[in-house]
Every structure is written in structure tokens, then in C-alpha cells.
């Protein structure tokens, strides 16, 4: 499930002194590139070339420019989600307002884009819900397993407006508001060998998110196989 989610409204909280400087790097590296984007955004309105009055005119619009992270690579649904979301924020305000999406764990992995998120360094985040059970158990809710037969009955779960509101809470309650979310299938595993039954998993080494409910289906489908 791709979840798309932004820090809660209020106050900022302040910076822990905690941080490493990988992350402070990557704030950093943040803070750049909105200054940057920012910087272009002031040029093009003041470069555009169709007479001062019109320059003036156009120098009094207030315009906006925005991050948006995600660990995932570009050519996947989450990046597709996060461009269709710039363009539709673009179209609306009418271009005053512009978000830059930057995929493949720029601004950081999925732990660093949830606290960086939650701290108001990264107004927006676009990412798998399984990472973030750490942060909001009840996000372990879309990793239960065997509970549908088909992606269609899902999606008339998870489309119910009162599932959608329950997990609006969620997210406010973990500091962050819960925007939208998009299913991207029912999760698979992919292997070099040849996988029928339980059984063909003895042995086989399983890479998985940060997330410990995946790892105990996993010892669970492991118990089972020896009942």
C-alpha cells in the first residue's frame, strides 16, 4: 500500500541535538534544494520577457516550492502517485505552487523521511505503509495476511470512507496528516529458485522492509510448515 502523508498542521517542533550529521547533511541537502527551486521560480517570473508591466504584475504573486520524498525507485507506482500529485498541485494553483519529487532515497530511506517528515524538514512523503509501523502500529493493519481473495475486495475495504477516516486518526495521532493511499497489489515474493510449496522455502534467505509483523508471518508460515 502506498501511503501519501504530510507533517500534522501546527507548530514546528524544534531540531533535537541528537541528530548525526548524515542526517543533518540531508536536511541540509533539503533546505538547498527548496532555496534552489525557489531561487529558479523568482528568475523565470522576473525573466519572462512580456513587458514590465506585465513583469510587475506578476511580481506581486506570492509562489510556493516544495519537496515531496520517497525512497522508492522511479519506475513504480509510488513515483507515478508522487508526479501525478505535483502536476495536479501545479494545475491547480495555477502554477504558484511547485512540488519537486525526489525518489530513490535522496532525501533519505524510510525511517529518515517519517522523522524528517514528523520534524517539518520534509513537508511531503510518498511511501510503503510497512515501514511505518514502527511509528503507528495500527498501520500493520494493511500488512495482515490471508484476509482477501481478490485486489477487488480489497479496494472496497479500503475505499470505505469510515477506514479512511479511521486512519486519518492514525496519522494524527502519530503527527501527521494522512492525504491519500493507493494499492499497489497483494505482496509477492520474488526468488532465482523455484518456489511451489512451503517447503521450497527452507533455507531460502527473505529480504523485507523495516517492519516485524512481516517477519513473524514469516516464522509463522515457518512453524507451520513442520505442524
Given at each position: 500500500?502506498a501511503c501519501f502523508y504530510v507533517k500534522k498542521a501546527g507548530k514546528y517542533n524544534k531540531p533535537r541535538k541528537s541528530y548525526s550529521k548524515y542526517r543533518l547533511w540531508r536536511r541540509a541537502a533539503a533546505v538547498m534544494m527548496i532555496l534552489s527551486l525557489t531561487a529558479?521560480?523568482?528568475?523565470?517570473?522576473?525573466?519572462?520577457?512580456?513587458?514590465?508591466?506585465?513583469?510587475?504584475?506578476?511580481?506581486?504573486?506570492?509562489?510556493?516550492?516544495?519537496?515531496?520524498?520517497?525512497?522508492?525507485?522511479?519506475?513504480?507506482?509510488?513515483?507515478?502517485?508522487?508526479?501525478?500529485?505535483?502536476?495536479?498541485?501545479?494545475?491547480?494553483?495555477?502554477?504558484?505552487?511547485?512540488?519537486?519529487?525526489?525518489?530513490?532515497?535522496?532525501?533519505?530511506?524510510?525511517?529518515?523521511?517519517?522523522?524528517?517528515?514528523?520534524?517539518?524538514?520534509?513537508?511531503?512523503?510518498?511511501?510503503?505503509?510497512?515501514?511505518?509501523?514502527?511509528?503507528?502500529?495500527?498501520?500493520?493493519?494493511?500488512?495482515?495476511?490471508?484476509?482477501?481473495?481478490?485486489?477487488?475486495?480489497?479496494?472496497?475495504?479500503?475505499?470505505?470512507?469510515?477506514?479512511?477516516?479511521?486512519?486519518?486518526?492514525?496519522?494524527?495521532?502519530?503527527?501527521?496528516?494522512?492525504?491519500?493511499?493507493?494499492?499497489?497489489?497483494?505482496?509477492?515474493?520474488?526468488?532465482?529458485?523455484?518456489?511451489?510449496?512451503?517447503?521450497?522455502?527452507?533455507?531460502?534467505?527473505?529480504?523485507?522492509?523495516?517492519?516485524?509483523?512481516?517477519?513473524?508471518?514469516?516464522?509463522?508460515?515457518?512453524?507451520?510448515?513442520?505442524?
Amino acid at each position: 500500500m502506498a501511503c501519501f502523508y504530510v507533517k500534522k498542521a501546527g507548530k514546528y517542533n524544534k531540531p533535537r541535538k541528537s541528530y548525526s550529521k548524515y542526517r543533518l547533511w540531508r536536511r541540509a541537502a533539503a533546505v538547498m534544494m527548496i532555496l534552489s527551486l525557489t531561487a529558479g521560480l523568482a528568475a523565470c517570473g522576473g525573466s519572462a520577457g512580456e513587458g514590465s508591466q506585465a513583469a510587475a504584475k506578476d511580481a506581486g504573486v506570492q509562489r510556493y516550492a516544495w519537496p515531496l520524498g520517497s525512497s522508492s525507485p522511479e519506475d513504480t507506482v509510488t513515483q507515478i502517485y508522487a508526479e501525478k500529485f505535483a502536476d495536479e498541485v501545479d494545475r491547480l494553483s495555477d502554477g504558484k505552487m511547485k512540488i519537486s519529487v525526489y525518489p530513490n532515497s535522496v532525501l533519505g530511506g524510510d525511517r529518515e523521511l517519517l522523522e524528517s517528515c514528523k520534524d517539518g524538514d520534509i513537508p511531503f512523503v510518498v511511501q510503503n505503509t510497512a515501514p511505518q509501523v514502527t511509528f503507528m502500529k495500527d498501520t500493520a493493519v494493511f500488512d495482515m495476511p490471508a484476509l482477501f481473495d481478490s485486489i477487488d475486495e480489497v479496494r472496497e475495504h479500503v475505499d470505505n470512507p469510515r477506514f479512511m477516516k479511521l486512519m486519518q486518526q492514525v496519522y494524527n495521532d502519530g503527527g501527521y496528516e494522512l492525504l491519500g493511499y493507493a494499492d499497489q497489489g497483494f505482496r509477492v515474493m520474488t526468488t532465482n529458485k523455484k518456489i511451489e510449496s512451503l517447503a521450497d522455502f527452507k533455507g531460502q534467505k527473505i529480504r523485507t522492509m523495516e517492519n516485524s509483523y512481516i517477519w513473524h508471518t514469516g516464522r509463522r508460515s515457518e512453524q507451520a510448515r513442520h505442524l
